[in-house]
């Protein structure tokens, strides 16, 4: 999570290296795709498609109703792809500041589907709604930086806002341990060897441009917020996270 009460400072900076290294790494090599430099931010990647189109394969995700995806460039494809299945999804707004948003596909117009996966598309077609009022979600995609393909650890760009979203969700019954967690990155992106923390939230499959990746000996989900790494900062930036604190 964003605040770093309790945290062991030699794991932030572990962190932190592997996420360097493979954003360098990203860009040494070419595979790191628009919006350039890939540092600081969930980077989108060449393949990004074909990754899409391998998660989506996922029984889970094709059985599912109510999906949630991040908002963020590589999982644009994603997005996309799961309205025109006619796919309900849960969109967080950047940084949460504007809670979540429901998309409906019967909702957005014939050819808007592209439109609707963007950030703004996303504001303009979808419409906000109070977490506790969303519905079941049956499946999750999320960004990552890095993932082990082992242990499905995963690391996000630092924030901590996939941690807080599921922290949210599963605190209010919308997500469960059994809902799968999904991450689309590419090969150059799994790693093994990282750290986690108490509210980090591994993944239970990771999709690249060349395979999928079923995680066996992944840690349990986190069942809600934990609020002793919650700081007030945090709280000053989420307006969702100071309503359920109160």
């Known amino acids: 999570m964003g ?5 062991d400072p030699a794991v932030i900076r572990a962190k932190a290296e592997i996420r360097r290294a493979v954003w360098d ?18 980077p989108n990647f060449r393949g990004a498609e ?6 989506l394969a996922i029984p889970e995700i094709m059985g599912a109703a109510v999906v949630k995806v991040n908002p963020d460039s590589p999982q644009r494809p994603c997005r996309e792809a799961l309205l025109g299945m006619g796919k309900v999804l849960v969109v967080p707004t950047p940084r949460l500041r504007g809670g979540f948003l429901l998309l409906d596909p019967s909702a957005i117009p ?6 609707a996966a963007t950030i703004g598309g996303a504001a303009r077609w979808g419409r906000s709604v109070d977490p506790r009022e969303l519905p079941r979600i049956d499946a999750v995609i999320v ?47 799994l790693v093994d060897g990282i750290p986690v923390e108490p509210f980090d939230l591994p993944v239970d499959y990771a999709a690249t441009p060349t395979r999928l990746i ?3 000996a992944r840690p349990p989900k986190p069942h809600g917020i934990l609020w ?12 969702i996270l100071r309503a359920l604190a109160r």
């Open 110 to 115: 014939r050819g808007r589907a592209s439109e």
């Open 228 to 239: 002793e790494y919650v700081d007030e900062a945090l709280l000053g930036e989420v307006p």
């Open 214 to 216: 079923t995680v066996e």
């Open 50 to 55: 074909s990754a899409c189109r391998r998660a």
């Open 3 to 7: 605040g770093r009460g309790g945290r």
């Open 143 to 189: 960004g990552s930086v890095a993932v082990s393909p082992r242990t499905g650890a995963r690391l996000g760009k630092s924030h901590g806002y996939a941690e807080l979203e599921w922290g949210i969700l599963a605190g209010l019954g919308k997500v469960v341990e059994r809902t799968p967690v999904v991450t689309t990155v590419h090969d150059i992106q």
């Open 25 to 42: 790494r990203m860009e040494r090599e070419g595979v790191a795709a628009f919006p350039l430099p890939p540092h600081g931010r969930i």
